[in-house]
T-cell receptor
Framework: EAQVTQNPRYLITVTGKKLTVTCSQNMNHEYMSWYRQDPGLGLRQIYYSMNVEVTDKGDVPEGYKVSRKEKRNFPLILESPSPNQTSLYFC??????????????????FGPGTRLTVL | GNSVTQMEGPVTLSEEAFLTINCTYTATGYPSLFWYVQYPGEGLQLLLKATKADDKGSNKGFEATYRKETTSFHLEKGSVQVSDSAVYFCALSERGNQFYFGTGTSLTVIP
């Protein structure tokens, strides 16, 4: 089954304790992205990756790191989590598309979400 | 910069009522526009999209037309069902790498 998986689904941690949220897709997609969803703010993009070893900042990258060493995996790293990073996190992936500028035609597939609480 | 503004919810409708959820956008270029739907406890799913002015996206009875002159992409459905209860997000992307989402509109349809 084609899917995007995230782990863990729920996490409660304390300020300053490093954590990693994993994201994996089995669709051979070039593009992957992380979002956070907060009440009244909708989804905001944290980081995205156009391909292996190619990552770039989204709207709200502060306090987060990512890496893309393999095509299928795109982990989100919080080196020193703070309470303002309490949120619902979504990973997404899609095909990049054959032509630049047309890649947004392709549907993004979202993971089920990771609910993170930082105390 | 780029941004999306959606009408605030929550919206409550009776089954078979007409639905409109307003969405306007600000973009520096010529974005593609999307509506995503999020059912309780799930990730977002693409509902429909439009990639250029005057395009109409449609899916599952929902429609939205890309209006460049009014920078709008309003979502409509002629007759909603209880199963349409969800949160709806309007979004844009200019080159397919950065995406900008609205704040979401919660819809509840009552029998």
């Amino acid at each position: 089954e084609a899917q995007v998986t995230q782990n863990p689904r729920y996490l409660i941690t304390v300020t300053g304790k490093k954590l990693t949220v994993t994201c994996s897709q089995n669709m051979n997609h070039e593009y992957m992205s992380w979002y956070r969803q907060d009440p009244g703010l909708g989804l905001r993009q944290i980081y995205y990756s156009m391909n292996v070893e190619v990552t770039d900042k989204g709207d709200v990258p502060e306090g987060y790191k990512v890496s893309r060493k393999e095509k299928r995996n795109f982990p989100l790293i919080l080196e020193s989590p703070s309470p303002n990073q309490t949120s619902l996190y979504f990973c997404a992936s899609r095909n990049r598309g054959a032509l630049a500028g047309l890649s947004s035609y392709n549907e993004q597939f979202f993971g089920p979400g990771t609910r993170l609480t930082v105390l | 910069g780029n941004s999306v503004t959606q009408m605030e919810g929550p919206v409550t409708l009776s089954e078979e009522a007409f639905l409109t959820i307003n969405c306007t956008y600000t973009a520096t270029g010529y974005p593609s526009l999307f509506w995503y739907v999020q059912y309780p406890g799930e990730g977002l799913q693409l509902l429909l999209k439009a990639t250029k002015a005057d395009d109409k996206g449609s899916n599952k009875g929902f429609e939205a037309t890309y209006r460049k002159e009014t920078t709008s992409f309003h979502l409509e459905k002629g007759s909603v069902q209880v199963s349409d209860s969800a949160v709806y997000f309007c979004a844009l992307s200019e080159r397919g790498n950065q995406f900008y989402f609205g704040t979401g509109t919660s819809l509840t349809v009552i029998p």
